[in-house]
């Protein structure tokens, strides 16, 4: 999911306006750790992963990672391959991959935002490809027909003019008949893109990870990070002192005290149908295009997952001081069911069965921030605006190379703090940030 360019531009614009202010009031208050996370659908389809152990004593490492999605994980499996002499520990604050990594859509592209012109997109989804072989993870990888929607003919005519190479124009009246809505002007079918179950992909990085020796902890919120060498990790029931710090908390970063005006958590809701009939799901068309974006300027994203759920996600906005917790949780279902009802007005008939809350890291350049942010041995990596499955695996392993060392011809292409453009703090986003993303989001 990415953002429009036309939002985070007029988010930005006000950057240099009032920067004194917003740094003044920006990031209050700290990590959201008495926040419990309700389940949702993917991780629910599963059986309970064994709860790991808790951080309850000193302990030392090489290599502390922060966050247990698929960054924090891929970057402890590759760490402990480069380097497994290194003793390798991940602090997770609630469950593994409780944070974006098992509440996504699924959808996996060889694309990095802003790397459109480079191989390294390619190299990052080969990457992927290759851990799931080798590790033997079942997550039902697989191409996936997708298409890219468009409300009015204005933005269709324009994308048709730009369309990349082996996409198909899809006209109004072949989309209607074959997608079963009347919502869009027309459409484009894109080439290269895969699906995956979300929450299968988490257990199988944690599983390669603990095979090689990583230690994951969960439910051991970092609730500060001191910086030396070692540097000090405190958690509410231990220390972790480590030489090399990765912090993996994507958009949890700034209640961490990171990237406070780098990054931006965006709040989304994703609601899904019960589980469909194989002759509902030739009926309404979704065999056909299961993969559904749709590019407005807060984008809306429809798939069926392959238990047969047809789902919608949808971009909520932002909520204050960077918190990652969404309290109008009915609103946010109220307004998931009625834009999916305008899109599919089958969906009326349909029970509405699960849905969950999720949360993604955004900058203005609408690039990733990697590399050192405190000193030279406490690294991040996230923000991965939207698209994070492949990218958070691939820097991962890019994190472990410039961490332990080891060369490779993509840490070139990573993207750090020093790059990124300022967003304003808290009166900003007030004033302006919130309310255009409230406007944005039809009622
Ligand atoms: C609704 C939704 C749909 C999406 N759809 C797609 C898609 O279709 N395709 C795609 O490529 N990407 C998608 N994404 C983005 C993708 O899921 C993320 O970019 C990716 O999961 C990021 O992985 P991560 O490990 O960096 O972050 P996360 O999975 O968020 O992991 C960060 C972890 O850090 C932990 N943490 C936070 N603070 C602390 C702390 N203080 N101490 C210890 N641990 C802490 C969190 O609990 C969390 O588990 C979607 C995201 C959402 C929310």
Redesign the pocket.
């Known amino acids: 999911?990415i953002l429009s360019p036309q939002l985070l531009l007029a988010a930005g614009a006000g950057a240099l306006a009032a920067p004194a202010v917003a740094g003044m009031l920006a990031g209050a208050k700290g990590?959201e750790?008495e926040e419990k996370?309700a389940e949702c659908m993917w991780a629910s389809e599963l059986p309970a992963m064994p709860p790991a152990i808790q951080l309850e004593a000193e302990l030392k490492a090489d290599l502390a990672i922060?966050?247990?999605?698929?960054?924090?994980?891929s970057c402890a499996y590759y760490a402990k391959k480069l380097r497994p002499d290194w003793s390798v520990v991940v602090?997770?604050?609630?469950r593994?991959?409780?944070?974006?990594?098992?509440?996504?859509?699924?959808?996996?592209?060889a694309r990095y935002w802003g790397l459109n012109d480079d191989d390294m997109p390619q190299r990052g989804l080969d990457r992927l490809i290759r851990f799931i072989e080798e590790e033997g993870v079942e997550c039902d990888f697989r191409p996936s027909p997708t298409i890219e929607l468009y409300a009015s003919k204005r933005a269709a005519n324009r994308a048709r003019s730009a369309m990349e190479e082996g996409a198909k124009w899809v006209p109004a009246e072949e989309l209607s008949a074959g997608a079963h809505t009347g919502y869009y002007s027309d459409a484009v079918e894109l080439p290269g893109y895969n699906t995956v179950h979300?929450a299968k992909l988490v257990v199988g990085h944690a599983t390669a990870a603990r095979r090689l020796g990583a230690e994951l902890y969960e439910n051991?919120?970092?609730?500060q990070v001191k910086k030396g060498k070692p540097a000090e990790l405190i958690?509410p029931n231990g220390t972790l002192r480590a030489d090399n710090v990765l912090i993996?908390?994507?958009?949890?970063?700034p209640?961490?005290g990171f990237l406070k005006t780098a990054m931006i958590p965006v709040h989304?809701?994703?609601y899904a149908t019960r589980k469909l009939t194989d002759e509902e799901i030739n009926g309404f068309g979704l065999k056909r295009w299961p993969l559904r974006f749709e590019r407005s300027i807060l984008p809306v994203?429809t798939f069926l997952t392959p238990n047969g759920h047809f789902c919608i996600?949808i971009v909520l906005g932002y909520a204050s001081f960077n918190s990652c917790v969404w309290r109008d949780i009915d609103g946010a279902q109220k307004l998931a069911k009625r834009m999916f009802e305008q899109r599919y007005p089958w969906i009326a008939d349909v029970e509405l069965e699960q849905g969950w809350h999720?949360?993604?890291?955004h900058t203005l350049r609408v690039r990733e921030v990697t590399g050192p942010v405190m000193g030279d041995n406490i690294h991040t990596?996230?923000a991965?605006n939207?698209?994070?499955?492949?990218?958070?695996h691939n820097t991962?392993y890019l994190s472990a190379c410039r961490i332990c060392g080891h060369p490779d011809e993509d840490l070139r292409h990573l993207c750090g703090r020093a790059a990124q453009v300022p967003i304003p703090g808290e009166l900003y986003r007030s004033m302006i940030f919130k309310p255009f993303m409230k406007v944005m989001t039809p009622d």
């Open positions: 999911m990590v750790i996370r922060i966050g247990g999605g698929y960054t924090g994980l602090l997770e604050s609630h593994l991959g409780s944070g974006a990594s098992s509440r996504n859509s699924g959808a996996v592209y979300p051991s919120p970092v609730v958690t993996a908390t994507n958009a949890y970063t209640r961490l989304q809701y994703t994203t996600r999720g949360v993604t890291g990596a996230g991965f939207g698209l994070g499955i492949m990218p958070g991962g």
